[in-house]
């Protein structure tokens, strides 16, 4: 079969697409669907080459053509894990000991289901981000290779009509489609389901229906007819395109329909492109078929295994481009294409070296490397590849041997923060916490009888700032002059467990905070506030959940309602664990009624801060009794407001948290 130029161009915007709804998912929100483009072309151009291809003709060929397809996807996929393991060595070995497991799945093309099994989320967890997440699609591809090739094969061999197995595969399409809007649940985590070959497969299948479809309609149309049916086919394709390009537009990962209805229309758009597109309109092969989108496309395999590693590395620099986000997002996104580039020369194009070719026996590549070791006898070319190519390979099995399947440490100092918020003597962090206390208790001994300083205070106070202090002082004991001998004394207190607060605050603020009613409702971030809630809001009452996201809140906040539990003011602290939308805020909007509520941005080291702002900035401006926490704005700057993972507040931070959320509700008494 003649290359078609469409085809690559589309396959370039489809990859396109994926990198900018993870850079602007409030622009592209529908990026994530593109995957699917690519699962149906692999459907429609592997059965082409079944039924085209002279050489596959037995069962023996059939294997070495998924042996050179299995190549083709491991040999670069593996360069990849090993450049992965070589950057984490240098810049973060810790993440290692919780990567093994990850490691051998993704290499044995078992990532989708490693996800499952180990309850990993593609939309939240943001505490087991994993620079390997993405290789999920890898293994679901070449899952759906192997089974499309033995039926296809099979059927080919017992020379099955056309028309059957195109009714037979849509029906495959058909029944993956009915375990996908079966396996959704409209509250739950939508990840089984995008992650699982079932559901999955329903692309595969699509293409495969679509070569059969094209077969019966060539046999029974005539020339004459099939001339007339080129016009169709030509509106045929500009729609499809068109619908893609609203889908990925569109569509919300946070929505049902995105399951329910976009999972699977993007299947059926995607085949009746491949319908029209295999006619060769000029105008498309011109269009699509540019040398911009058909270079990406031709490279997109390269592009798909750099880019999300690349956007955990560019992601993590947010916060020194807190203001200039989409700065650090165009960088990303040069980056990938640069680094995508270079990986697709070097390791996948076959073309750079005969060491980092995939198309060489294993036994070959460490005979060309003893040749090539032999200095100066071999050229300092050749000797320089051989190093780098060694080099590299053991620098892998050293990580390989380091790593290790302990929990992510970001996510045992999201547990081990939980507890310290509320201990329990049953908690598996009860032992840590003693230990440590023990260590701190001998280092503290230590420094009264060596006079040492070990157990090194940073509460230090310089003279400048005792005079402060001071000033400070009188200036707080003016303003309560005024007050009731219990008002006075509960400021007191306050000031105690608060000393920072309440040089900021006024004794008013405060005072008024303290006896708000109020209700905490939203992730773990609320879960380690809502520890010291009550120590500066007596009516106070806090609500939080792991990994709890807006589109699965619904029932816990009804549940809460229900029980009379939510008071007049509602603080909400959600989207740590996926972006928000509007419609989805909303209905917990209406869900709380008349209450005035209090909607706080995030500052974690999370991809979608832009997003939440946003969302937050047009319900402010359409409700009047919802409010902005700036959280965002007075943790900028200031890392040591969060934890080690850098998504959950410290003590530090919990207490300007509360500050934000006090001066807020003071200035909206009115």
């Not at 290790?404 to 049953?426: E, K, M, R, V, W």
């Not at 040492?452 to 000033?471: M, P, R």
């Amino acid at each position: 079969m003649a290359r078609i130029k469409s085809f690559d161009g589309i396959k370039g915007i489809a990859i396109l697409f994926i990198i900018l709804y993870h850079l602007w998912p409030t622009i592209f929100p529908g990026g994530f669907l593109a995957v699917n483009l690519f699962l149906v072309l692999g459907g429609y151009f592997f059965t082409i080459k079944l039924y085209q291809d002279k050489r596959v003709e037995s069962w023996q060929s059939l294997f070495f053509l998924f042996k050179k397809t299995v190549q083709r996807l491991f040999f670069p996929m593996m360069w990849l894990i090993i450049l992965i393991l070589f950057f984490l060595q240098i810049f973060n070995p810790l993440i290692l000991k919780s990567m093994r497991n990850e490691l051998f799945a993704s290499l044995l093309f078992a990532n989708n289901y490693f996800q499952i099994l180990n309850g990993r989320s593609y939309f939240t967890d943001m505490a087991v981000t994993s620079y390997l997440t993405h290789l999920w699609y890898v293994a679901v591809y070449l899952q759906s290779f192997l089974i499309t090739g033995l039926l296809v094969f099979l059927s080919k061999k017992i020379k099955v009509p056309a028309i059957y197995l195109g009714l037979f595969w849509l029906f495959i399409f058909s029944l993956c489609t009915f375990l996908t809007a079966n396996g959704y649940s409209y509250q739950k985590d939508p990840s089984n389901i995008y992650y699982s070959f079932q559901t999955r497969y329903a692309s595969f299948a699509i293409g495969i229906a679509t070569y059969y479809l094209i077969l019966v309609i060539q046999e029974t149309v005539e020339e004459l007819q099939r001339r007339q049916l080129r016009i169709h086919y030509f509106f045929i394709v500009i729609i499809a395109l068109i619908l893609l390009l609203i889908q990925f537009l569109s569509q919300s990962d946070q929505e049902a329909a995105g399951y329910l209805l976009g999972l699977p229309y993007s299947n059926l758009f995607t085949a009746l492109f491949i319908l029209g597109a295999g006619q060769k309109f000029i105008v498309f092969e011109k269009l699509l078929g540019n040398k911009i989108f058909t270079w990406l496309g031709r490279r997109s395999y390269s592009i798909y295994l750099c880019y999300y590693p690349l956007l955990v590395v560019t992601f993590s620099f947010q916060r020194l481009f807190a203001n200039h986000m989409n700065i650090l997002k165009l960088i990303g996104l040069c980056s990938i294409i640069l680094f995508s580039s270079i990986f697709y020369y070097i390791f996948e194009s076959n073309r750079f070296h005969i060491l980092f070719s995939n198309k060489i026996s294993l036994r070959r590549k460490l005979y060309w490397v003893k040749r090539y070791l032999h200095f100066p006898n071999s050229n300092k070319k050749d000797f320089a590849f051989a190093t780098s190519y060694l080099f590299l390979i053991i620098s892998s099995l050293i990580g390989l041997l380091r790593s290790d399947n302990h929990i992510p440490l970001a996510l045992f100092d999201l547990q081990y923060g939980i507890y310290a918020t509320n201990p329990n003597p049953f908690s598996p962090y009860y032992k840590v916490d003693q230990s440590f206390k023990k260590s701190q208790k001998r280092l503290n001994d230590f420094d009264q009888l060596a006079a040492s300083n070990f157990s090194y205070s940073i509460n230090q106070t310089t003279l400048a700032d005792k005079v402060i202090q001071s000033i400070q002082k009188d200036s707080i004991l003016n303003q309560i002059a005024s007050l009731s001998q219990e008002k006075r004394q509960r400021f007191e207190e306050i000031q105690q467990q608060f000393p920072k607060l309440a040089t900021i605050l006024s004794p008013q603020e405060i005072l008024y905070a303290n006896d708000l009613p109020v209700t905490l409702f939203g992730d773990s971030v609320a879960q380690f506030i809502g520890a010291n809630i009550n120590t500066f809001f007596d009516q106070a009452n806090a609500f939080g959940y792991v990994s709890l996201n807006i589109w699965t809140s619904y029932d816990k906040f009804q549940a809460l309602i229900d029980q009379g539990l939510v008071k007049e003011n509602l603080v909400v602290n959600l989207g740590t664990n996926g972006g928000l939308d509007v419609p989805a805020v909303e209905k917990l909007i209406k869900m709380a009624g008349e209450r005035e509520i209090y909607l706080v941005n995030s500052n974690s080291d999370i991809e979608f801060l832009d997003q939440i702002d946003q969302v937050i900035q047009t319900l402010t401006q359409k409700y009047s009794n919802v409010h902005l926490v700036d959280w965002r704005a007075i943790s900028t700057g200031h890392p040591e407001y969060f934890r080690e993972d850098a998504i959950h507040p410290s003590v530090e931070g919990a207490e300007f948290y509360l500050l934000e959320l006090a001066k807020t509700v003071y200035q909206n008494r009115l």
